[in-house]
């Protein structure tokens, strides 16, 4: 295998990446992405470390790489001076979140989690929609080897919910996206990336912060050619999700002129990927991707037994995450890894540890944020909180009007007989007739000798 080797850095002690940008013209994709992190030196060998399956290293350098910081979408509204509503409803705007505690999925809840809450604290600071407080009811969406989300859907739904927020794996939103949108009430995913949800029957009640994988895979997948990369393995969780990155990763390596040498998939549930692991390692990928949960955490020992070096491995927002606790420190050092969204700001972050002091990732923080404030506005502008009244309103908050960044901010500007552009944490969403958003962030991390993702720079990219 070659060994994709990141020098450099901005005082962190290991380089940044560049965030691929994404531009879509006509019907097909101008996908561009630049060079990983590391500077441009000299090509030296090693000797990969681990068992005698494994080749001697080539260290391929990427091209110099470039830091970045989050910053937050634009100036905020002031909650003091917000006008009173000029509608007024007798049923509050309830919202459910069906996001997870538990399952493969559980370290996405509590950013999600605490996205949602922050969003509604700032609109009940603001006086709260149509006259009346945001009221939020939070239930588990497991994973898809239970049934925790169809419970909690229909307690949701029990309970009279406008809409419901998640859930966050595309696999358990196919699970219920049917309860939910044929009960007349929205479903906003805050990280749904199945391209399937684009032209999916739901009666035009879901929709989505988050882009769908077309996107984020065919970034990764140019990306990784852009090291260097000739030859791709990729270790593949077999679900809605896994498939559709796998899909687009493999077009565009191949589009690129690479190769996708071994391709192993694994069921959700399964613990053991010795098998998988051994025929990726076998075909000798320069690089290998790995589409995965928290199942990374065993699959990535596995492959670093094998002689897998870490700036050979590629991760996807389902599994790029902290593992400073689950791995040995330096396991992870120069792997990197892609999540839809710009990088929090310090601001954001500061914000929502003041909501849940415990978070450690933020990973589609500002998408749930967003989810939960667009569904307000669009409540305000509806002046009901009727779930289908609400979504008729969805696309027209997002879209062409005066920009602004907050319920504050947003809804001062509707009360004066204003139209409105919301851009948020997740970029400029602006949503489609299908729910998906045009524009979106895809970033790129790199992880440092702590196992730590660290960020780069975000850019736009629109479909």
Known sequence: MTALRHSGGLGLGVGYARTAKIAALGLGFALFASGCGGNNSESTSEESTGSSDAAAASVLSCPESEGGTGSDPGAKGDASAVPASTGTTDVPLKIGSLLPTTGSLAYLGPPEIAGVNLAVKEINDAGGVLGKPVEVVHRDSGDTTTEIATQSVNDLLSQ??????????????????????????????????????????????????????????????????????????????????????????????????????????????DSQFSSQVDSIAAAKPDAVVIISFDQAKSIVPLLKSKGVDASQMFFVDGNTSDYSDSLDAGTLEGAQGTIPGPFASDTFKDNLLAIDPALKDWSYAGESYDAVTLLALASEAAGSTDGKAIAAELQGVSGEGEKCYDFAGCVTILRGGGDIDYDGYSGPVTFDENGDPTEAFIGIYQYDADNKPVPSRSEEGKL
């Open 160 to 269: 009279d919910v406008s809409a419901i927020v998640g859930a966050a794996s595309s696999g358990v939103s196919k699970t219920v996206i049917g309860n939910i949108t044929g009960a007349g009430v929205i479903q906003f995913s805050p990280a749904n990336t199945s391209p399937d949800f684009t032209t999916w029957d739901d009666n035009g009640l879901y929709f989505r912060t988050a882009p769908s994988d077309v996107m984020q895979g065919r970034t990764l997948g140019n990306y990784i050619m852009s090291c260097g990369a000739q030859t791709v393995g990729m270790i593949v969780l077999n679900d809605a999700y896994g498939t559709g990155l796998q899909s687009n990763v493999q077009k565009s390596v191949e589009d690129a002129g690479g190769q996708v040498v071994a391709s192993e998939m694994f069921n959700e549930g």
